[in-house]
């Protein structure tokens, strides 16, 4: 059974920063690329970065160089360190694999206030 789940999110100030992870079972990790999305309030679902099975990252241009995601993949986790948190970042936050999508976990809250 496969099963995402997401964590760290919470409320911060702009320009503050979190660590969100990502938690993963049912699936052979390691060989997945893993990805974040977002969802704001009344908007649909975006991508934001993504990290291959060797650890190559792409990002949205809007988190570009303030956003980091990592893998550990003996821990089948994947994070996204958000730096210097600006009111436009605020969503729910939800991982999943990519291209094959499986099913959405609960996401994490991360509100930012300005």
């Known amino acids: 059974q496969v099963q995402l789940v997401e964590s760290g999110g919470g409320l911060v100030q702009a320009g503050g920063s979190l660590r969100l992870s990502c938690a993963a079972s049912?699936?052979?990790?390691?060989?997945?690329?893993m990805g974040w999305y977002r969802q704001a309030p009344g908007k649909q679902r975006e991508w934001v970065a993504q990290i291959t099975s060797r650890s190559a990252t792409n990002y949205a241009d809007s988190v570009k160089g303030r956003f980091t995601i990592s893998r550990d993949n003996d821990k089948n986790t994947v994070y996204l360190q958000m730096n210097n948190l600006k009111p436009e970042d605020t969503a729910v936050y939800y991982c999943?694999?990519?291209?094959?999508?499986?099913?959405w976990g609960q996401g994490t809250q991360v509100t930012v206030s300005s």
């Open positions: 999943n694999r990519i291209p094959y999508v499986v099913a």
């Open positions: 049912g699936i052979i990790f390691g060989i997945n690329t």
